[in-house]
């Protein structure tokens, strides 16, 4: 099975991380683990105004890490799996990465940084549901 | 790993088995799912007016030709499972249940036609979401 993995470096990402590992049923050796970050934009003024070496050396940073932990958990459990990370809008690239990919199943959390509570779903993760074809596994 | 399915009587019902069994190392050896369908509240008042021997054989009747095809379906494809139903408030009994049996995964069917349900989960979808503190697979 591919699996695509949306992961932010929230809690909800360690969470999807321990529910794939904890259950080697969904991801073992044969499969294909797919992990995506998406960066948001920077706005473009500020864009203009570093540079876009600058900027593209930020998303680098930044993705790193969110990436380099997982990376060295999934090295840990001998996983078939990517590493990539993209900047623009998070439903965007995450619908655009399950269909180039040809995912089976989409793993995300149920939000990412940026909501607290347990009443709303976030809407990222609403939109990729709306919007997504394949099945969607929403780790809360 | 031990699968709550919710299964209310739309046309989406049939979908997640599918995939379940398709994937076969979401449902080997060992696991089970628990196949629960949930039935829309009666008004306390045409409860009464026909007698709760005769709303308990409407629901019988309507479980039975919901869970059957299913059971069916799981059987022959030699999938352990446990069909059950209940009446009213679905979200929280199938949290209630979740935990009551240990799953570690709660599968849903989600709408997708139409523009509004493309735009909201249904409402059982989303409560559960909410309150569940285990992952929570939606199928399209």
């Known amino acids: 099975m591919k699996v695509l993995l949306a992961v932010d470096g929230s809690k909800y990402t360690k969470k999807a991380l321990a529910f794939l590992i904890n259950h080697e049923s969904l991801v073992n050796s044969n499969d294909e683990l797919f992990v995506l970050n998406v960066q948001l934009q920077v706005p473009a003024r500020v864009r203009a105004m570093l540079g876009s070496a600058e900027v593209a050396e930020y998303h680098r940073e930044e993705s790193d890490k969110v990436l380099n932990p997982i990376k060295k958990f999934l090295d840990k459990h001998a996983l078939n799996y990517r590493c990539a990370f993209v900047v623009g809008h998070p439903v965007e690239e995450i619908l655009k990465a399950a269909a180039t990919e040809k995912s089976h199943l989409l793993v995300m959390g149920t939000r990412g940084h940026g909501l607290i509570g347990r009443v709303l779903i976030g809407s990222i993760a609403q939109r990729v549901v709306a919007e997504c074809d394949i099945p969607v596994l929403l780790v809360t | 790993m031990r699968i709550l399915f919710a299964a209310d009587s739309s046309n989406f019902t049939k979908k997640p088995p599918t995939f379940l069994t398709n994937n076969k190392n979401l449902l080997g050896a060992g696991d089970e799912l628990v196949v629960l369908h949930e039935q829309d509240a009666i008004s306390a008042q045409i409860e009464r007016k026909l007698g709760s021997a005769e709303v308990t054989a409407y629901r019988t009747k309507r479980a039975d030709a919901v869970l059957n095809p299913i059971k069916k379906f799981l059987d022959k494809r030699a999938v352990s499972s446990r ?58």
């Open chain 2, 83 to 140: 069909c059950l139903w209940v009446a009213g408030a679905a979200a929280g009994q199938i949290i209630e249940i979740s935990k009551r049996d240990h799953a570690q995964m709660i599968v849903m069917g989600v709408h997708g036609h139409g523009l509004l349900s493309r735009m909201f989960m249904g409402s059982v979808a989303q409560k559960v979401l909410a309150e569940s503190k285990i992952p929570t697979l939606l199928v399209k």
